[in-house]
């Protein structure tokens, strides 16, 4: 029987702030699982992406640079199968991840989409927004300057004027909200979904979960918050995923960042085989 070849992409190291070996890790471990199940993988950078034809039709990536996503974006339209899409990878970025999430009534904090050239005050008072994050609105977070925790009006604006010199035009303003910081990892018609409290993983990119303080173990229900994140992927047509969510005192939970193909560091032994099997499933049948 003929094997199936598959092009596997690895993610530049730009675009890992402080994740290089996670990364990696990740895509070897599903590289690996594939060939056991019978494929045969072939390696490629996001660089080679840009440089070299790939001739393979079937296609599992972890690229974020805004170039290989529109490569991979003409590859689809010309037939290629890709996991995660490359649409689905641009619906990450902030300013689409918001609006889809919100648009679809996916749980999600309060929020204000503004050009960084603007004085941000009325707006944020309008809204009662004193504590809140702002987030460049046109990318992932990959310096730790892309994601700002701010105290008041007067550091929103001097915010968005740094964006607006650093040549980001637009950005995301979520309200700041209390409660217990969680972070999810999932993969969609798997049943795979794993979830932990980084404070008291010490798991961290810029130690921006620190604001949360230390997790107090409010009481969730696992499975509508497995069910709201299965439905945002869907939303925003990724299959592999993590983010961040808040669960308030009440129990709610909201949504707060959502990303495509994330390292698994916590679970990466666990979700290789599953990320392989939904691949496959998705490639292959």
């Known amino acids: 029987m003929e094997k199936i070849t598959i092009a596997g992409i690895r993610r530049g190291n730009q675009f890992s702030p402080n994740h290089i070996g996670n990364d990696a890790a990740i895509f070897n471990l599903t590289a690996s699982h594939l060939r056991e199940l019978g494929c045969v993988v072939n390696e490629y950078t996001e660089t080679d992406l840009m440089e070299r034809e790939i001739q393979e039709t079937r296609i599992f990536n972890m690229v974020r640079d805004l170039r290989s996503v529109e490569k991979l974006q003409q590859l689809e339209d010309k037939g290629c199968e890709v996991v995660n899409s490359g649409y689905g990878i641009q619906n990450c970025t902030r300013e689409r991840m918001t609006r889809l999430l919100i648009t679809n009534q996916i749980p999600h904090p309060e929020s204000l989409i503004l050009h960084t050239h603007e004085d941000p005050t009325a707006a944020l008072e309008e809204k009662g927004f004193y504590n809140c994050w702002i987030k460049r609105g046109d990318f992932h977070a990959i310096h730790r300057e892309d994601v700002t925790y701010v105290r008041n009006p007067a550091e929103a604006k001097s915010i968005l004027q740094e964006y607006a010199l650093r040549g980001i035009e637009t950005a995301v303003i979520n309200e700041h909200l209390k409660g217990d910081l969680i972070k ?31 997790a107090k173990g409010i009481p969730f229900d696992e499975h509508a918050m497995q069910d709201c994140c299965n439905q945002a992927a869907k939303v925003l047509n990724i299959h592999i995923y993590g983010g961040d969510c808040i669960v308030s005192e009440d129990g709610t939970m909201r949504i707060i960042d959502f990303n495509d193909w994330p390292s698994f560091a916590p679970c990466r032994n666990q979700v290789a085989p599953e990320i392989a099997k939904r691949i496959y499933h998705l490639l292959c049948k």
């Open 184 to 214: 999810f990892y999932g993969v969609t018609g798997t049943g795979f979904f794993y979830w932990f409290y980084p404070s008291s993983n010490d798991h961290s990119k810029f130690g921006l979960e620190q604001i949360n303080g230390t």
